[in-house]
DNA sequence: GCCTTGCTACTCGGATACTTTCTGTCCGAGTCAATGTGG
DNA sequence: CCACATTGACTCGGACAGAAAGTATCCGAGTAGCAAGGC
């Protein structure tokens, strides 16, 4: 009796929704912008977002580089950058941190025959044998730009451009 | 005044810790096995690990199929297949879960020009981008087994097997 | 002497706390523009 | 009419709570072996 069933694996390893909302947000950024800064008031309206949270994730665009802020009226943000120079990994990298995903701790440092000499951060086979995966991701999210998912939308929807325009200047 | 240093981005998107305890486990019962099962005590203390958690990861690896666990006197864990046939993907994906790290979140859902009818995990093309990066990892990850790693550790080490064997045999 | 039976010690398994990270909110610093005033 | 100071509203920026996940621990269910007792 009282049979237990397996739901399923809880969600783990997973990157900060920032990530969604910072690369569809810098694409809107390039559609709307016309010389103007849009205000993360706005962007976040766009999917019924938190704003201050989305503020949040645009603040960590502008330290990257990949957003230019102005306070004050007719402040908010705008692209720094051509599309076509801001990869996927720049994102990631802006709102996730740097850091590979696979951390090894190092413990064969605790092992029976450890070198204290050595950094098993990279004479460690396992971790080798993980960096190894982590970099053909790093490599595929570098290879894509934004003006490259830009393209792809607007071949599948041209309707896009505009209708984004239009929204991010309505009042 | 009162100049703020920002101190780096903070840790984002890790994956558990387990990862790394299990694929050293798992390499440990490879050469200590003899037909014996190793406790998950034993294991613990090779890196000096908790003992109870490193248990839970255990348990994750046995609902996988990767090792079977034996209850009572002389029991503790062995593995349940070659680790030829064992994958760091197998181990990743037992600890970590099946879920990608980037998680669609269909924003597009609230959009202004929203289809609910449109499933966005695989119409977005931003999403789709995502998972080309996530494909590539996973398949980086597939095409390394544990006999790879193997292999590998005891042309570096030849001493290992036999180090770890008598480890784990000591009372 | 051998079989049966009960017991004890051992191990996994999942339920339960604690810590860190992620998510969300708030208020202050700075800024630009409009407005009113004086020349 | 034009220049300038003042005011005010608007926006970002980082500091401050709440929620969720990761980490660590504990105790119970089940099992295998051992020991004692009976045949």
Redesign the pocket.
């Known amino acids: 009796m009282s049979r237990?069933f397996w739901m399923g694996s809880?969600?783990?390893?997973?990157m900060?929704?920032?990530v969604e909302w910072a690369l569809h947000s810098c694409l809107n950024l390039a559609w709307a912008e016309s010389g103007t800064?849009?205000?993360?008031?706005k962007l976040a309206a766009f999917y019924g977002l938190?704003a201050?949270?989305l503020?949040?994730q645009?603040?960590a665009l502008?330290?990257a580089g990949i957003v230019a802020?102005?306070?004050?009226?007719?402040?908010?943000?705008r692209l720094a950058k051509a599309l076509k120079d801001i990869t996927l990994m720049d994102v990631v990298v802006a709102i996730e941190g740097p850091d590979a995903a696979f951390r090894c701790q190092q413990i064969l440092r605790s092992g029976p025959d450890a070198d204290p000499t050595v950094d098993y951060r990279t004479a460690c086979v396992v971790s080798q044998a993980m960096s190894r995966a982590d970099l053909a991701w790093r490599r595929e999210l570098a290879a894509q730009t934004l003006a490259d998912i830009r393209a792809t939308v607007e071949s599948r929807s041209p309707d896009t451009p505009e209708l984004t325009r239009n929204r991010l200047a309505a009042k």
Chains 1, 2 share one sequence.
Do not use: D
């Open positions: 237990v809880v969600q783990h390893m997973q900060s929704e920032g800064a849009v205000t993360a008031t938190p201050a949270y503020n949040k645009l603040q502008a330290r802020s102005t306070s004050g009226p007719r402040g908010g943000f």
